[in-house]
């Protein structure tokens, strides 16, 4: 418990550098993929953007974003996973419900220092399907352009960036990805993210390293 509220406390801080950089921007549109129960959110109301999509597939998680936002013309939420197929796949919740994730985990030694500092002998406590989407075909018909997408997934990041090769091409302009410094994650290569943006024509702006630095945000923005 004092490990989570001391962990909230320094992505508040981390949360603020980024907001800070990012405001010069004018965003109008915001993608929040892994919205969770709208931390981030909070700071991206502060842009004065006309609109902000959340993304989370926890059940109970997207309960308390709902209550908190559902009143607020400018968010609309969903409950929804995002990858690159339209599909029903396993969600793992983790005791810190911030770090859930479709994505299957290593026995590493990250892993187990991880269910050492939450007080867990299991590397999740329950599972579900849930249903998965493509970003393209929500967003392909929306007349919007500009948009900032930040992808929060916990290892499942290039899935989410595969499922929005239309919009990457001609609607994204900035993408904020995690980056994680431990090989925490099946199937996760950070370096393939690189690589995914590189070819869709965006270059990397600016890394902001968390604090505990086990992960970075990387801003990346569209070449024209």
Do not use: W
Not at 42 to 57: A, D, M, S, V
Not at 81 to 89: E, F, I, Q, T
Not at 170 to 197: A, G, I, P, R, W
């Amino acid at each position: 418990m004092y490990f989570e509220k001391f962990l909230y406390l320094i992505n508040i801080y981390h949360q603020r550098r980024i907001l800070k950089f990012i405001k010069r921007f004018n965003i109008k549109y915001f993608i929040d993929v892994g919205a969770h129960k709208g931390e981030f959110l909070e700071f991206i109301l502060r842009l004065n953007c006309n609109k902000i999509y959340c993304f989370e597939p926890q059940k109970d998680i997207f309960k308390i974003l709902h209550k908190n936002y559902k009143n607020n013309r400018k968010v609309e939420l969903f409950n929804l996973g995002l990858s690159d197929k339209n599909a029903y796949l396993r969600l793992y919740i983790n005791k810190l419900t911030s770090t859930s994730t479709i994505s299957k985990s290593k026995k590493t030694f990250f892993r187990k220092f991880k269910n050492f500092i939450l007080n867990s002998d299991k590397n999740y406590l329950k599972s579900y399907y849930v249903k998965t989407k493509k970003l393209d075909q929500i967003f392909i018909s929306k007349k919007i352009n500009n948009l900032f997408l930040k992808i929060d997934v916990e290892g499942f990041e290039l899935n989410v960036l595969k499922g929005a090769k239309k919009i990457l091409a001609n609607k994204v302009k900035y993408v904020l990805v995690e980056k994680h410094f431990f090989k925490l994650y099946q199937n996760n290569s950070t370096l393939k993210v690189d690589l995914f943006l590189k070819k869709n024509n965006f270059k990397l702006l600016k890394k902001f390293s968390f604090p505990l630095l086990y992960f970075q945000d990387n801003l990346y923005i569209k070449k024209f």
